[in-house]
């Protein structure tokens, strides 16, 4: 179980913040999130992410670029100055140009889709480490 412990001590679970306009990725990584233990928040667009984010404090937060309403680079540059948290960002997008907008976003990780379920959950564990 994906877990980590509170300021107290109390073992958590640790939180992951989802966002995707494409309802199959969104469910597939949320059960797949799920099922490694994680206690998943789910966002449809960029500004609902912004939203939630704030609300939930997650623990790592995925995005996926092409977002409406706000896009995921948008989204994590936002998140990046309010405070620190690991972001990976999901894209279709492979181009130089796309990755490098990634790093200047300051996000932590940049996967392509479609992607392989199970180097996204090596992403995930490497950039929230249970405790």
């Excluded at 001590?9 to 995707?20: E, F, I, P, Q, T």
């Excluded at 180097?119 to 564990?125: Q, T």
């Amino acid at each position: 179980m994906a877990e980590g412990r509170s300021a107290s001590g109390k073992r958590v679970a640790m939180r992951v913040l989802l966002a995707d306009d494409n309802n199959d990725i969104l469910t597939l990584v949320r059960q797949v999130l799920a099922l490694e233990g994680y206690e998943v928040i789910v966002a449809r667009d960029g500004l609902e992410a912004l939203q939630q984010d704030a609300a939930a404090q997650p623990d790592l937060v995925v995005l996926d670029v092409n977002m409406p309403r706000l896009d995921g680079w948008e989204v994590c540059k936002r998140i990046k100055t309010r405070r620190s948290v690991p972001v990976v960002l999901l894209t279709v997008r492979a181009e130089k140009v796309d990755i490098a907008q990634s790093a200047e976003a300051g996000a932590d990780a940049h996967l392509f889709k479609p992607f392989d379920i199970a180097e996204f959950l090596e992403c995930v564990a490497r950039l929230v480490p249970a405790t």
